[in-house]
């Protein structure tokens, strides 16, 4: 009875949060467009500047997804040959380090490490290179996934009568074509749709500008006709990776991970992965004076960090169980599943604007923690919703027929197979939202409550101010909670991997 | 699975709790009932460890407990503003402590502030006080040429704002986006000095020389630190927290084509219908005293204070000011904003 009343509520309530968080503030913001009658401060054209910043954008977008693809091809094939053991587990928590560190702070490493090594990269290289080593985690799953459920075998004939590049580029390229594109997709909207690293590069792309718009403008048609070009980009390139992505699945029936058919060398991707993980750290803690700046950060910020961390885990949380939620809607209301991803891609700077329009005169959300907490669900809500597929299609589908014809109902279904299986992949998913929850500023820039000071924000302030030991505690800081909960996580996963 | 049905049952009945005390709205349109124990609420893009020290002081002080809305550098001072105005039908703030007075100047004129004349602020020249005490002005800002003195020699730098503009700075010359921050006073200032012609010539002849338009002032300053500029157009406080990691950095306080530099003040002004005007007005009595505005000079910032015996006292010198009032600048605003738009940002 309790399993069931928590599915309806658990359901309802995400029916409840994704109109709260998108519909409504959506619905606003074009209403007060219309109702204003006002048109954007620099006409209804765009101008040279904006194409400009907007191919700026794709500029260092397309080079940086590329390089990532190229970073996570050895950990994409170590994962996809292994089987699953405790050494494997690892390599896989090292694929989501990165994805939880904010990406800033990534860029602030990197520049120090380099700095250190006495070189001064240019800041368009420093930007690829930070979201390469950022985002290289979304095509080592996604194309080791590939690689173990039909890359691998279709290279294994192949070697049979042809060289190993040959079998590669003929047999295993292919096969993997569309895991190759979907990631390169996923990287691309993200990589377009960032404000942290360009900011922190020193960079002005099409998001930082949308963000001076947002902030600076109050009539909200000026931020949402300057979104268009890049959510028009944003859509398509969503749209081409998500087409890949079911093109794949269309063609592969085989989805167990656990194949190993001959064992690849993990040395690279351990050498890759750790280079990867470990160089912003190093990079940091270099410039680090002395272990006692950790003191005064935490004398000066503790209040900060600690709402800073619990915002953003109860707002990953919400917006997993959202996510969740609308994954399990029927197949009309999965049309909102879809939206919650469209909107996750859409520029933080929009969406912030138009929860402030939306909620300005609804004093319980906009003066309190649910405002925040609703900017962090409509961001990232679309992890829960690839976390919710990813369960759904995670080859326990017998699994769930069997249950089904024994009588077991969707709420048993869902709590026992879908959540009690696949845990380990939603909190994963927790703590990936959690930690962009961390670093999310331009949403959260438009919505700002002085109750909770956000370390995104003043971790920019500190760079702007060039206080150096700030900056350099504040990221470290910033690394070291969500580095220890994916170290934890690993620790469970690695414990007794015969039991999954 | 009972435990997770009970894990999520529990999460959901906790999360509403939790919202249950936010849900307390005043009637429409309306401030909410202030509660004594409510510390004033102040919005305020003053950098913030030095926001927090003042306050410190004055919650010591007082006994009045201070919550600050501290801007971002992305959305400068004209984001606070921006949220007074959406706040307008049912204001948040109490205060507004800005580190410029220009968008102080047009929220007095929207009439969104109160009238409120400090007792503290009797010794404040008349050019850094609201006629009809809308705002008051402490703690002045420089509008200067940053360069490194390690790549750039002092005599080559232009001793005015229109040499920027000359041929041999082609490509080196960074300001920041003239839509935001002070930048946007400062291009309104040379539509009040020099007309409204000669003003957008001078900024056609700075985007012809491929002028490189920055994020904000303290971008431009990253900019000449990279060498991607030699010159750059910002703000004192800019230049000298920067030198604490750049020391050959140096500035130079250029003329404004009168034979003076704009200085902007720090504003504090009280907000109208805010919901604790009486502890706001002792905050305010505090920020603009003789005390406060000692603070301010002997902070990061090193701003300059607009009280002749402070300067005096600490050893500060003014520089000549500009001939231009800030009201004058503040009616060219619009005009020069949008015109920059046209011709920077085309």
């Known amino acids: 009875m309790i399993a069931r009343i928590g599915y309806a509520l658990f359901r309802w309530g995400g029916a409840g949060v994704f109109v709260l968080a998108l519909l409504y503030p959506f619905a606003a913001v074009v209403w007060t467009c219309l109702a204003d009658g006002t048109a954007p401060a620099d006409g209804w054209g765009f101008t040279e ?39 494997q587990c690892l390599l896989w928590g090292l694929v989501v380090c990165p994805l939880l560190l ?41 194309v080791g996934t590939g690689w173990a459920a039909a890359g691998r075998a279709a290279y294994e004939s192949a070697l049979l009568d042809s060289s190993r590049w040959r079998a590669f580029a003929a047999a295993a390229l292919p096969a993997l074509g569309g895991h190759l594109l979907a990631a390169a997709g996923i990287m691309l909207v993200l990589c377009c749709a960032d404000y942290n690293v360009p900011h922190a590069c020193n960079l002005q792309v099409y998001a930082t500008e949308l963000l001076a718009w947002a902030t600076n403008y109050s009539a909200p048609v000026n931020v949402l006709w300057r979104s268009v070009p890049l959510v028009a980009l944003l859509v398509l390139l969503a749209l081409g990776a998500w087409a ?92 909102g599943a879809v939206l919650l991803l469209v ?65 077991a109902g969707p709420e048993q279904v869902f709590w026992r197979v879908r959540v009690g299986l696949h845990w380990p992949v939603l909190v994963c998913a927790w703590l990936a939202a959690g930690g962009l929850c961390l670093s999310e500023l331009p949403a959260a ?56 | 699975m009972k435990a997770t049905g009970h894990l999520i049952l529990g999460v959901s009945v906790v999360t509403c709790a939790a919202m249950l005390p936010g849900c307390r709205p005043g009637p429409a349109g309306q401030p909410d009932q202030a509660d004594a124990a409510d510390p004033v609420l ?67 004129r929207e009439g969104l502030l109160e009238a409120y004349v400090p007792g503290t602020a009797a010794d404040i020249p008349h050019a850094y006080k609201d006629a009809q005490g809308l705002w008051t002005a402490i703690g002045l800002r420089g509008r200067v040429i940053v360069f490194d003195a390690a790549r750039t020699r002092r005599e080559e730098v232009p001793s005015a704002w229109s040499g920027l503009a000359e041929e041999k700075w082609r490509g080196r010359v960074a300001l920041a986006n003239p839509q935001f921050g002070t930048t946007r006073g400062h291009v309104a200032s040379w539509f009040a000095l020099w007309g409204p ?27 000449v630190i990279a060498g991607r500029a030699d010159l750059g157009m910002t703000d004192t406080d800019d230049v000298w927290l920067a030198r604490r990691q750049h020391p050959s950095l140096d500035l130079v306080y250029a003329d404004q084509g009168d034979g003076g530099t704009l200085w902007i003040p720090n504003t504090v002004a009280l907000i109208k219908g805010a919901p604790h005007p009486a502890e706001a007005r002792r905050l305010i009595d505090f920020l603009v005293s003789a005390d406060g505005e000692e603070l301010l000079a002997r902070s990061d910032s090193g701003n300059v204070p607009v009280r002749p015996d402070l300067r005096a006292r600490l050893g500060m010198e003014l520089p000549a000011a500009g001939s231009a009032s800030y009201e004058q600048i503040a009616d ?9 738009r046209e011709i920077l940002l085309r």
């Open chain 1, 49 to 87: 500047r904006q194409l400009s910043l907007a191919g700026t954008t794709l500029k260092l977008a397309l080079p940086a997804a590329g390089l990532g693809l190229l970073l996570a091809l050895p950990v994409a094939g170590a994962l996809g040959a292994g089987r699953r053991s405790g050494r």
């Open chain 1, 102 to 142: 904010p990406p800033n702070v990534l860029a602030f490493g990197w520049a120090r490490l380099f700095a250190g090594l006495g070189w001064t990269p240019p800041d368009e290289l420093l930007c690829i290179w930070s979201w390469a080593s950022w985002l290289w985690p979304v095509p080592a799953a996604l």
């Open chain 1, 244 to 335: 890949c992505w079911r093109r794949w699945r269309a063609a592969s029936s085989v989805t167990d991970m656990s194949l190993s058919l001959r064992e690849v060398r993990g040395w690279p991707a351990w050498c890759v992965g750790l280079l990867l993980v470990v160089g912003p750290q190093i990079g940091l803690l270099s410039h680090l004076e002395s272990p006692a700046a950790f003191a005064v950060l935490g004398r000066t910020y503790g209040l900060e960090i600690t709402a800073s961390l619990g915002l953003a885990l109860a707002g990953g949380l919400v917006a997993i169980l959202t996510g969740l939620a609308a994954s399990t809607w029927s197949r009309l209301a999965r049309l």
């Open chain 1, 343 to 407: 909107v996750g891609f859409l520029p933080g700077a929009l969406f912030g604007k138009a929860l402030a329009t939306g909620y300005v005169h609804c004093p319980p959300v906009y003066d309190h923690w649910p405002i925040l907490v609703l900017a962090y669900v409509g961001r990232f809500a679309w992890i829960g919703v690839l976390a919710g597929w990813l369960t759904r299609d995670a080859g326990t589908a017998e699994l769930e027929r069997t249950a089904r014809l024994e009588g």
């Open chain 1, 445 to 500: 820039s438009q919505v700002a409550l002085p109750q909770y000071g956000l370390l995104s924000m003043i971790l920019m302030e500190k760079f702007h101010r060039f206080e150096e030991q700030m900056v350099v505690t504040m990221s470290l800081a910033l690394q070291l909670l969500p580095l220890s909960a994916a170290l934890l996580l690993v620790g469970i996963l690695g414990r007794d991997p015969g039991k999954r």
């Open chain 2, 42 to 108: 102040v919005y305020c893009s003053v950098d913030e460890p030095f926001a927090r020290r003042v306050f410190a002081e004055f919650e010591r002080r007082s006994g009045i407990r201070v919550q600050p809305l501290l801007d971002t550098e992305a959305g400068k001072t004209t984001g606070l503003v921006n949220r007074i105005r959406r706040e307008a039908a049912r204001p948040r703030a109490d205060a507004f402590w800005s580190s410029e007075i220009f968008n102080t100047i047009l929220l007095a």
């Open chain 2, 197 to 223: 012609e000669r003003a957008a010539q001078f900024l056609r002849d700075l985007y012809d020389h491929e002028a490189i338009i920055a994020d904000g002032n303290s971008a431009v300053v990253r900019q």
């Open chain 2, 332 to 340: 060219h605003m619009t005009e020069a904003i949008s015109v920059a």
